[in-house]
Nanobody
Framework: QVQLVESGGGLVQAGGSLRLSCAVS????????MGWYRRAPGKQRELVAA???????TYTDSVKGRFTISRDNAKGTVYLQMGSLKPEDTAVYYC????????????????WGQGTQVTVSS
C-alpha cells in the first residue's frame, strides 16, 4: 500500500523558515521524481519544486533561491526547506510521486499525501 505523509507545516511570520517532510511507503519512491505542490485558496495547484531519483532539481520561479528540495533515498523521505517565507507562500502543501519527461516536464503521479498547511503572516 502506498502512503505519502507530509509534516512540518505551521504558522510562521514573514521572513521565517519551515521544513516540510514527506515520508513515503510503498514501492513508489526509488525511481520516481518527487514533487512538492501547493494549493492556495482560490488558486490552482502548482508545482513548487521537484527532485529526480538522481537528485536533479527544479523550482518554480517564485521560490528560487528561497526553497530547497532534497531527498533521502535510504529513508524514503523528501524534504522542502523553505526560507524567507512570504504571505503569498500560504497554501496547503502536498507531496507527490511522479515522473519527469524527456523534455524535463514534471508530471504528477497517482499518489498524493494529505497535505500540510503553511500559513505565513505579514
Amino acid at each position: 500500500q502506498v502512503q505519502l505523509v507530509e509534516s512540518g507545516g505551521g504558522l510562521v511570520q514573514a521572513g521565517g523558515s519551515l521544513r516540510l517532510s514527506c515520508a513515503v511507503s510503498g514501492n513508489v519512491f526509488g525511481h520516481n521524481t518527487m514533487g512538492w505542490y501547493r494549493r492556495a485558496p482560490g488558486k490552482q495547484r502548482e508545482l513548487v519544486a521537484a527532485i529526480t531519483s538522481g537528485g536533479a532539481t527544479t523550482y518554480t520561479d517564485s521560490v528560487k533561491g528561497r526553497f530547497t528540495i532534497s531527498r533521502d533515498n535510504a529513508k524514503g523521505t523528501v524534504y522542502l526547506q523553505m526560507g524567507s517565507l512570504k504571505p503569498e507562500d500560504t497554501a496547503v502543501y502536498y507531496c507527490n510521486a511522479g515522473l519527469i519527461t524527456s523534455t524535463n516536464l514534471v508530471l504528477p503521479g497517482t499518489y498524493w499525501g494529505q497535505g500540510t498547511q503553511v500559513t505565513v503572516s505579514s
